[in-house]
Structures are given as C-alpha cells and as structure tokens.
C-alpha cells in the first residue's frame, strides 16, 4: 500500500524559508515522478513542481521558479520542497502525490498547467504553509 507523509509546513514572516519534506513508502520511490501541490479554500489544487524519478528533470509554475526548489533523495524516500523568499501569496496547504499515469518516471510534459491533477495519486494529508506580511 502505497502512503505519503508530509511534513515541515508552519508560519513564517514574508521573505522566510521553509522547507517541507514528503515521505512515501510502498512503493520503488525512485522509478516514479513526484509533484507537489497546493490548494487553499475555495480553490482548486494547483501544481507547485514536479521532479521525474531520476531527479534530474524538474519544473515550476511561474510565480515560485527561482524561489523555490525541488529535490529528492531516492535512498531515503523522501521528496523536499525548499521555499526561500516567500510570500503572502504562497500560504496554502501543500500536497505531495506520486505520478499514478504512466510513464511513471516522468513529469508531465504541461505540467504544472493544464490538467495535471489526473496524473497523481497517493496523495498525503498536507502540510499547511502561511505567510504573514
């Protein structure tokens, strides 16, 4: 059975860094690609980054590209988000999922746009991000 685990959210001042960790197991974590995600009330869930299997592609939606980056260490299977700079804009709760779609170790090619949300499953609990100005 397939489970992820996210942790590492909290409340920061704007400019502040964190740093969420996701921990997946049931799974060859390195054979799949990762997302995250995050979604606040009365919005749909939106596509943060993405990273294949092997690391070594990743992407971004727009507004975080050079604040924030995506990681993953495949011997411990765990996927990281480091946010740096943040702002108001990026409280949300923050999802991890893994990609349920095949070909399993990449990306979506649109991805964070588009539809991507179809290509995930296993999604975790979440953990919640709030920035204050």
């Known amino acids: 059975q397939v489970q992820v685990v996210e942790s590492g959210g909290g409340s920061v001042q704007a400019g502040g860094s964190l740093r969420l960790s996701c921990t997946a197991s049931?799974?060859?974590?390195?054979?799949?690609?990762m997302g995250w995600f995050r979604q606040v009330p009365g919005k749909e869930r939106e596509g943060v980054s993405c990273?294949?299997?092997?690391?070594?592609?990743?992407y971004y939606r727009d507004s975080v590209k050079g604040r924030f980056t995506i990681s993953r260490d495949n011997a411990k299977n765990t996927l990281y988000l480091q946010m740096n700079s943040l702002k108001p804009e990026d409280t949300a709760m923050y999802y991890c999922a893994v990609k349920a779609r095949l070909p399993y170790p990449y990306c979506p090619g649109s991805y964070p746009y588009g539809d991507v949300r179809t290509n995930f499953a296993y999604w975790g609990q979440g953990t919640q991000v709030t920035v204050s100005s």
């Open positions: 990273i294949g299997g092997s690391g070594a592609n990743t």
């Open positions: 049931g799974l060859t974590f390195g054979s799949y690609a």
